[in-house]
């Protein structure tokens, strides 16, 4: 076959794979993290709940989880945790090509439940939050509601893109929700990679140092905004910006899977 291609256009074409090869490994390193994180919760709280010894919720660090003469508070703790594990499978799912490709039904089905539950929790945490308590600091209390109102408002837009059928839209803002519903998953990362880099520096047991006020915000927001670039380079003619934004993702890999690692080494296996 002959290559028709000029030059740049080549290398346009070259660089925009290479991106889209970068993307790829940080999404796979992402589900390896969400899934791995999804059986951590299984495995953690599914057991103590089913067998009635919901005061072991508290063994693996909580905040606040069991609380005495709290059936309400507890109830919608436990079904925010264990519904985590469906918005990470679910959601890693959502963005799998052969799935979208393949099975369309089983993609609309899983993405209404997906958009529901993603809704319900991020309502549910921030009742939580600033109904039953659940926070060390307002501050961090504050990056979390912030996290869901922009997680509700994406939720929204995704689902009107959907009904319209204007997929390309809908594609962005399902990916923009998966990074606004992963939020409390990248805080785990983002403290584990920091912690392993710099050995804790900034980081306090009340989660009031400079590195905690920081994460609260950065968990969700420097991921929202690596998604934006990503978008913007794939979107560029120019090959240089997208071997640039190439560059980020693979740093943007490397961070996530020492996260996923430090985060599966201290904070995870240890309770399954």
């Known amino acids: 076959m002959v290559d028709t291609l000029a030059p740049p256009a080549r290398r346009a074409l070259n660089a925009h794979t290479i991106l889209k090869t970068t993307g790829l490994l940080w999404f796979l390193a992402a589900v390896i993290g969400q899934w791995l994180f999804a059986y951590y919760v299984i495995a953690a709280y599914a057991p103590e ?112 893109f959907a009904k319209r059928r204007k997929i390309e839209q809908h594609r962005r803002w399902a990916m923009r929700t998966f990074i606004l519903l992963s939020g409390v998953w990248f805080t785990r990362l983002g403290y584990m990679s920091w912690a392993i880099a710099t050995g804790g520096l900034g980081m306090s047991r009340s989660l009031d140092g400079p590195f905690d006020m920081f994460i609260a915000f950065a968990s969700y927001l420097l991921p929202l905004a690596v998604l934006e670039l990503y978008f913007l380079a794939s979107d560029s003619r120019s090959g240089g910006v997208k071997l640039a934004m190439s560059g980020v993702m693979l740093a943007a890999t490397a961070a996530t899977a020492l996260g996923v690692f430090g985060a599966w080494s201290v904070m995870w296996s240890p309770h399954v």
């Open 49 to 160: 709940t089913l067998s009635g010894a919901w005061e072991r919720w508290d063994e693996t660090g909580l905040i606040q989880g069991f609380t005495v003469d709290d059936l309400i508070g507890n109830l919608a703790f436990i079904s925010h945790t264990l519904l985590t594990a469906v918005i990470c499978i679910g959601g890693t799912m959502q963005l799998m090509p052969p799935v979208r490709k393949r099975f369309p039904a089983l993609h609309r089905w899983t993405g209404r439940t997906y958009l529901t539950v993603g809704a319900f929790m991020a309502i549910g945490g921030i009742w939580m939050i600033w109904g039953r308590g659940s926070r060390l600091t307002d501050l961090g209390g504050w990056g979390t509601t912030i996290n869901g109102l922009m997680a509700l408002v994406t939720i929204a837009v995704a689902f009107y």
